[in-house]
């Protein structure tokens, strides 16, 4: 009797272990698929579950989604049968009986985009100015004084305002400082995502009896990069896949207004192990910029086109991919190395990272193409942005280069520069009608 209630009481402490282990692990690890899944209207997909668990088929809005087994009488290979497009859960338990999570699945229209790879010039005028640096000045007294360091500013703050004045550049600023020549000033300052004011007081140069409160800014910035995507629905397009940052201070650049202009490629720095390349392009018909820059983000920059941007290889939409049609293997990108030819080059996505929220290392790429290899040494500085195509759908584009390895770099997916670029599935279903009407 002794024995059988030592057994009893081992039994239980061992499922009470087991629930542990079971609960301790993440949901995602356990049943092999993401938390989320997004799934487009008109494509099933798979979805299997693994002993010891099963899908409580009635919690599924069958309004949105159905499920039916890949095989007959086969509860753990499934399909996911869109029905409509909306929003539903799958609902998993452990034995069949316990409640143990849900996936949660959201059914999106197509969405169809025209892949860029074009080298564009890029123009971007900072909202106030950005300080760079910060110097003593020597005062008609033959002191030396930093009146904006002494009230707190330091580099990589931006100025908006002086005296509530909107600064549109760094000559405005000298100009509304030495207009009130010895009077206080106030400064409306930004630093990252707060705002605060300053009182300063000038200091008047003895070297050249302008007033100055001892910052170096800097209010533009100008560079070579490569169009990521064109969305005729909405005339939005997307570049580089990282933000702009200041090459002083490394920080964000928020932007006041921009443009994009057409660029050619001059010349190619090879990238070598540990010396990243360079594309040198030159910007043409600047009078004429092809778009609008509006937004500057850590996954690229977006903005509204002129005209529809679109190029020899590609001159309809395809279709994108989530990340979820993102598999290791080969794949394509297109970019720019020659004059301004978008040209197509092999590669192959070594790794895929699967990601809940938005970064910048989605995959791990390699270049394989002899010509690109032999032209650039892989992916170079300029190259960023380039459209990764895989199965014909554009799934993502070309953010970093190792520097170790300029064979070898990351990318990022293309759902997440939708995000960024404020482009709504559920507003665009008809992109493909509306765009075949346009033309």
Same mark, same amino acid.
């Given at each position: 009797?002794?024995?059988?209630?030592?057994?009893?009481?081992?039994?239980?402490?061992?499922?009470?272990?087991?629930?542990?282990?079971?609960y301790?692990?993440?949901?995602? #690890?356990? $049943?092999?698929v993401? !938390?989320?899944?997004?799934?487009?209207?008109?494509?099933?997909?798979s979805?299997?579950?693994?002993?010891?668990? &099963?899908?409580?088929?009635?919690?599924?809005? %069958?309004? $949105?989604?159905?499920?039916?087994?890949?095989?007959?009488?086969?509860? &753990?290979?499934?399909?996911?049968?869109?029905?409509?497009?909306?929003?539903?859960?799958?609902?998993?338990?452990?034995?069949?009986?316990?409640?143990?999570?849900?996936?949660?699945?959201?059914?999106?229209?197509?969405?169809?985009?025209?892949?860029?790879?074009?080298?564009?010039?890029?123009?971007?005028?900072? #909202?106030?100015?950005?300080?760079?640096?910060?110097?003593?000045?020597?005062?008609?007294?033959?002191?030396?004084?930093?009146?904006?360091?002494?009230?707190?500013?330091?580099?990589?703050?931006?100025?908006?305002?002086?005296?509530?004045?909107q600064?549109?550049?760094?000559?405005?600023?000298?100009?509304?400082?030495? !207009?009130?020549?010895?009077?206080?000033?106030?400064?409306?300052?930004?630093?990252?995502?707060?705002?605060?004011?300053?009182?300063?007081?000038?200091?008047?140069?003895?070297e050249?009896?302008?007033?100055?409160?001892? /910052?170096?800014?800097?209010?533009? %910035?100008? *560079?070579?990069?490569? +169009?990521?995507?064109?969305?005729?629905?909405?005339?939005?397009?997307?570049?580089?896949?990282?933000?702009?940052?200041?090459?002083?201070? *490394?920080?964000?650049?928020?932007?006041?207004?921009?443009?994009? /202009? #057409?660029?050619?490629?001059?010349?190619? @720095?090879?990238?070598?192990?540990?010396?990243?390349? @360079?594309?040198?392009?030159?910007?043409?018909?600047?009078?004429?910029?092809?778009?609008?820059?509006?937004?500057?983000?850590?996954?690229?920059?977006?903005?509204?086109?002129?005209?529809?941007?679109?190029h020899?290889?590609?001159?309809?939409?395809?279709?994108?991919?989530?990340?979820?049609?993102?598999?290791?293997?080969?794949?394509?990108?297109?970019?720019?190395?020659?004059?301004?030819?978008?040209?197509?080059?092999?590669?192959?996505? !070594?790794?895929?990272?699967?990601?809940?929220?938005p970064? %910048?290392?989605?995959?791990?790429?390699?270049?394989?193409?002899?010509?690109?290899?032999? #032209?650039?040494?892989?992916? /170079?500085?300029?190259?960023?942005?380039?459209?990764?195509?895989?199965?014909?759908?554009?799934?993502?584009?070309?953010?970093?280069v190792?520097?170790?390895?300029?064979?070898?770099g990351?990318?990022?997916?293309?759902?997440?520069?939708?995000? @960024?670029?404020?482009?709504? +599935?559920?507003?665009?279903?008809?992109?493909?009608?509306?765009?075949?009407?346009?033309?």
């Amino acid at each position: 009797m002794f024995r059988n209630k030592s057994n009893r009481i081992f039994l239980i402490f061992f499922v009470v272990i087991v629930l542990v282990s079971f609960y301790s692990l993440s949901f995602e #690890k356990m $049943i092999n698929v993401p !938390e989320e899944i997004k799934i487009f209207e008109d494509e099933k997909q798979s979805f299997n579950v693994r002993f010891p668990f &099963k899908v409580d088929h009635t919690k599924i809005d %069958t309004n $949105i989604l159905k499920l039916s087994p890949k095989t007959d009488n086969d509860e &753990k290979m499934l399909y996911l049968n869109p029905v409509n497009i909306g929003k539903t859960n799958i609902q998993v338990k452990l034995l069949g009986i316990i409640p143990f999570g849900s996936v949660k699945v959201d059914v999106v229209p197509k969405t169809k985009m025209i892949p860029g790879g074009q080298s564009v010039g890029v123009r971007l005028n900072t #909202k106030g100015v950005l300080v760079v640096g910060l110097e003593k000045i020597k005062g008609i007294d033959s002191k030396y004084h930093n009146p904006a360091q002494e009230a707190g500013i330091t580099v990589g703050d931006s100025i908006l305002q002086i005296n509530h004045i909107q600064i549109k550049d760094a000559d405005h600023v000298t100009k509304i400082i030495n !207009e009130n020549k010895n009077n206080q000033l106030n400064l409306k300052v930004k630093r990252r995502n707060e705002v605060f004011h300053v009182d300063i007081m000038p200091i008047q140069s003895v070297e050249d009896e302008e007033y100055k409160i001892g /910052v170096w800014v800097r209010d533009k %910035t100008a *560079g070579i990069g490569t +169009l990521t995507f064109y969305h005729p629905a909405t005339n939005k397009f997307g570049a580089l896949g990282h933000a702009i940052t200041d090459v002083d201070t *490394g920080l964000l650049l928020t932007v006041d207004n921009g443009q994009i /202009v #057409k660029s050619k490629v001059a010349s190619i @720095e090879q990238g070598k192990k540990g010396k990243p390349g @360079e594309i040198k392009g030159i910007f043409y018909e600047t009078s004429n910029p092809i778009g609008n820059l509006k937004k500057n983000t850590n996954f690229g920059i977006y903005g509204e086109a002129y005209d529809p941007l679109i190029h020899e290889l590609y001159q309809e939409p395809i279709d994108i991919g989530y990340q979820y049609q993102v598999k290791e293997g080969k794949a394509t990108i297109l970019t720019t190395i020659d004059n301004n030819q978008v040209e197509a080059f092999e590669i192959y996505i !070594e790794k895929v990272n699967r990601q809940r929220t938005p970064n %910048t290392k989605s995959m791990v790429i390699k270049v394989t193409d002899p010509r690109l290899l032999k #032209k650039s040494g892989g992916i /170079v500085q300029g190259m960023s942005g380039s459209p990764i195509i895989q199965n014909n759908k554009l799934i993502g584009a070309v953010t970093h280069v190792f520097v170790n390895d300029p064979s070898k770099g990351y990318g990022l997916f293309i759902e997440w520069m939708m995000q @960024e670029g404020g482009i709504d +599935l559920l507003e665009n279903n008809q992109i493909a009608n509306d765009y075949s009407l346009a033309k």
